[in-house]
């Protein structure tokens, strides 16, 4: 039998480290961009395009030629196949089109522009202050939800607060990945960023929810007088649903990222990490800090205690 | 029991063919609703968004005025010969906007140039030649061009007592009087016609409008001949004429006329490219989950791949048949779809988890079947919660301007989560119902629990 609870201070220690990889770059990210996650078009406003060359040119090439037409800080992304998605200040479409055909020129390929995308400051600063209402609303009829549907379970805020803690470490990890992909590989944030996160997070309750709900069940049948292995029985009761419920939305996803096209990977990629974090958190963690509280080993929570077994 | 279960067997399968009737083929057309509508990123086209300088506008006035500015564009555009262009008023926190979306290919720097125009419409004078050139005046030394802008007030439709025909009443301001006066006196017996930019004003059956002068105007006047809609459109056209209501947005309270508050312009071939490599990625995914499912649940599973496959075509059937607007399938939407097919699996996968341990424990496989879904049921219904919570959160945010997109994946979720529960609960439920009761296969392996397994018991 799978002992998910016994090893639950590994999995303490792999959140840990994701975390802490996290605020490293977070950090990195406010000193080299001046920003912890790089903003998108959405939200700082600005002109973002997608360029189609062929013959296909080199990233530093188009950086290069971008600098030398007065867009030093402009964001490139390369998107594959030719295709590269540049946000920089606001540029009219004439303009634009003027732009592409210089950089064309000079690299010796034909430009496309496939996508423009203009959005005004007022728009951005609008949709910033939109997305943030979303998402303190959405974390507000969470929490009331899950006030409500732990009002069965034994322990309401005990295990409400464990639900909660999974979710938003959930969000962290997830916050400090794109943090990573935003100095290092120029990715953006945008307003589909946080539907996908918001997504995911509906998706990651969801789990722990089922979770504990099973949890629950098998401490009013005292199937066994210890706790935690009453916990570690239910995760492998439930690990069957988790896993499959997990794969079989990853089909879709991982496939939709390998073949679907570059508008909107990044979109997938948040709810592809949302789903695999969300289930690991689910089986690994969530449960596992409900022993933790009941058995009151703080230590264990800590990244490099000793292990107690 | 059985019989409810017969009934409702028919009702799926009725259900699920007119699914399949409506949308196939997708382009038929079926309740005037012509394939599925596309969002700009897989169709291609524009949407640009302006907002209006309305400080010479007096106040109370707005929305009618507006209305009028949304005539003038949508004339200039069809102009154009853009199809179907859609064009609304928005309201935003004061602000008046013009909404613009072009679909397909388009002529966008062209479409721009129109609506970046001033919305007056000038009067126009056939010369010896058959050619419309502008009507001018002299006043005050200057030769001036007769405009809508010297309408005195609003221009209105009465119905004549004698003769019921619609006349379009008009009063001139000063200036205009003078103009007017000169002009009429000139082209007595002759035709006036109204233009937009270079385009004359056509009535309902495409005709120019260009009623003959018949007597000298000064102060006011009215035009008879005009079918009772043309006079309206007119009236309204002309009202929207009678103050420069410049098109562009504002920045640190300054206006810049011309320049769009927002834009987003997909080229057509993206769009195409878009809509092929998603129906691959999405076929490949559905493929890998049926197969998932058939092969890991066996029996069961080759049931839910059936109800998936009524979830999908009455899915399709709602984008198609859907009677506003309002849901048009985008890229987001269509990650949408995806997650909640997973959600519709998720309920299924559930209920089989639940019935496997049913079988496990021993019981029948009728008894298995509703205990997995009575037990199942409120996890299914705890565990959409929050997803119904997160979508309804987010289509509020989609009507945010630059967050459009995300109302796509929103309204897919909604529906597709709330389509899923009914799937799972009534559709998967009878058809497996309706396959224990008729006893045809009754091998616990068929439901993927082997005989070694059912030995086992709960502690």
């Not at chain 1, 005004?120 to 997305?131: D, Y």
């Not at chain 1, 009829?141 to 005990?158: D, E, G, L, Q, S």
């Not at chain 2, 508050?261 to 080229?267: G, I, P, Q």
């Amino acid at each position: 039998m799978m002992d998910f609870v016994g090893r639950k201070q590994w999995f303490f220690l792999i959140s840990w480290i994701l975390i802490i990889i996290g605020i490293v770059s977070l950090i990195i990210s406010q000193i080299q961009i001046e920003s912890p996650l790089r903003l998108g078009t959405d939200f700082t406003g600005g002109t973002s395009m997608i360029l189609q060359f062929s013959p296909p040119v080199e990233q530093s090439q188009l950086r290069d030629e971008m600098a030398e037409l007065g867009h030093a800080e402009a964001t490139i992304q390369n998107a594959g196949d030719g295709n590269f998605i540049i946000h920089t200040r606001e540029v009219t479409r004439d303009e634009a089109g003027e732009l592409a055909g210089q950089i064309g020129a000079e690299l010796d390929s034909q430009v496309e522009i496939a996508d423009y995308y203009f959005v005004s400051g007022t728009v951005a600063a609008r949709t910033t202050r939109n997305a943030v209402i979303a998402v303190i609303i959405a974390a507000v009829a969470m929490m009331f939800y899950i006030v409500w549907a732990f009002r069965r379970m034994p322990k309401p805020f005990r295990w409400g607060s464990c639900a909660v803690i999974a979710v938003v470490h959930n969000v962290f990890i997830i916050v400090g990945i794109f943090s990573l992909l935003g100095w290092i590989a120029g990715v953006e944030i945008d307003a589909l960023f946080i539907t996908g996160l918001l997504a995911v997070v509906g998706y990651s309750i969801n789990n722990t929810v089922v979770v504990f709900d099973r949890i629950r069940e098998n401490v009013s049948r005292h199937i066994s007088p210890d706790f935690a292995e009453t916990v570690n029985n239910s995760l492998i009761d439930t690990l069957g649903r988790c896993i499959n419920t997990a794969l079989t939305t990853l089909f879709v996803l991982l496939a939709l990222l390998l073949f679907g096209g570059a508008t909107i990977q990044y979109f997938v990629l948040v709810l592809l990490l949302g789903v695999i974090i969300g289930t690991y958190s689910s089986v690994c963690i969530a449960g596992q800090l409900l022993v933790v509280w009941e058995r009151r080993e703080w230590r264990a929570l800590l990244p490099f205690a000793k292990r107690t077994t | 029991m059985r019989s409810r279960n017969v009934y409702l067997l028919i009702f799926i399968l009725a259900l699920f063919g007119f699914a399949l009737w409506s949308v196939i083929p997708l382009d038929r057309t079926v309740f005037g609703r012509e394939g599925l509508r596309l969002g700009l990123d897989l169709a291609g086209g524009s949407y640009l968004v302006y907002q209006a300088d309305l400080s010479d506008v007096e106040s109370g006035t707005e929305g009618q005025v507006m209305d009028g500015v949304k005539g003038v564009i949508e004339r200039r555009i069809n102009a154009l010969g853009i199809t179907e262009p859609i064009i609304q008023v928005q309201n935003q926190e004061g602000n008046y906007n013009i909404a613009i979306q072009l679909p397909g290919v388009a002529d966008v720097e062209r479409a721009k140039e129109m609506v970046g125009l001033f919305t007056v419409l000038e009067f126009r004078e056939q010369d010896e030649t058959g050619n419309w050139t502008i009507a001018t005046g002299i006043v005050d030394d200057d030769e001036l061009p007769l405009t809508s802008r010297y309408f005195k007030d609003e221009t209105y439709i009465t119905i004549s007592q004698t003769t019921a025909e619609a006349l379009l009443i008009f009063e001139m301001d000063e200036k205009g009087a003078q103009l007017f006066r000169q002009i009429s006196t000139r082209l007595m017996g002759k035709q006036l016609a109204i233009f937009l930019g270079d385009e004359p004003l056509r009535g309902e059956d495409g005709q120019i409008i260009a009623p003959t002068v018949q007597a000298v105007i000064e102060d006011s006047g009215q035009i008879t001949g005009l079918g009772l809609a043309d006079a309206q459109e007119l009236s309204r056209v002309l009202n929207a004429g009678r103050i420069d209501v410049p098109l562009g947005r504002w920045a640190d309270g300054e206006f810049e006329p011309s320049v769009p508050l927002y834009e987003r312009t997909v080229d057509a071939t993206l769009g195409q490219d878009s809509i092929e490599k998603s129906i691959l990625a999405a076929g490949i995914g559905i493929v890998l989950l049926l197969v998932f499912m058939i092969l890991y649940y066996r029996l069961p599973g080759l049931m839910a791949c059936l109800s998936l496959a009524v979830y999908g075509a009455v899915l399709l059937s709602i984008f198609k048949l859907w009677p506003t607007g309002a849901i048009t399938l985008t890229l987001p939407g269509l990650a949408g779809f995806i997650v909640s097919l997973g959600m519709a699996v998720d309920a299924n996968v559930l209920i089989f988890e639940r019935m496997k341990e049913e079988l496990r424990g021993g019981r029948s496989l009728g008894a298995a079947v509703e205990a997995g879904f009575s037990r199942a049921w409120p996890a299914i219904r705890d565990s959409n919660i929050t997803t119904f919570i997160a979508c309804i959160v987010l289509i509020w945010l989609g009507g945010t301007l630059g967050a459009f997109m995300v109302r796509g994946f929103a309204v897919t979720l909604l529906i597709g989560v709330a389509l899923s529960m009914f799937t799972a609960i009534v559709v998967t439920k009878t058809f497996l119902r309706l396959l224990v009761g008729s006893k045809v296969i009754t091998n616990p392996a068929a439901y993927g629990v082997t005989p070694s397994q059912t030995v086992r018991n709960v502690k």
